[in-house]
């Protein structure tokens, strides 16, 4: 186990991924590969996972209060 605290543990874990721009179905998506140098990515996979059941049940940011759905711009994970 790692003696790290768990916020330098988790974003140490976070880059496990990269994204390349992919043509599919007539759009372009983001395809998401492991880094050889960091395969394990089970901290990403859980904290989407989490984020997914939350905005399931309802949760919501409060900065989106007021905005209807129509009123969101769409942006990639890259420009979080």
């Known amino acids: 186990m790692s003696k790290l605290p768990v916020d330098d543990r988790l974003a140490e874990n976070l880059p496990a991924q990269h994204h390349i ?6 759009r372009t998506v983001d395809e998401w590969k492991l880094q ?21 049940q309802g949760a919501r940011l409060r900065q989106l209060d007021g905005l209807r759905r129509t009123d969101w711009e769409r942006i990639g994970l890259s420009k979080l």
Do not use: E, Q
Not at 36 to 56: E, K, N, Q
């Open 21 to 26: 721009k992919t043509m599919a179905r007539n």
């Open 36 to 56: 050889t140098i960091r395969p394990d990515s089970h901290w990403l996979d859980c904290l989407v996972g989490a984020t997914l059941a939350a905005s399931i």
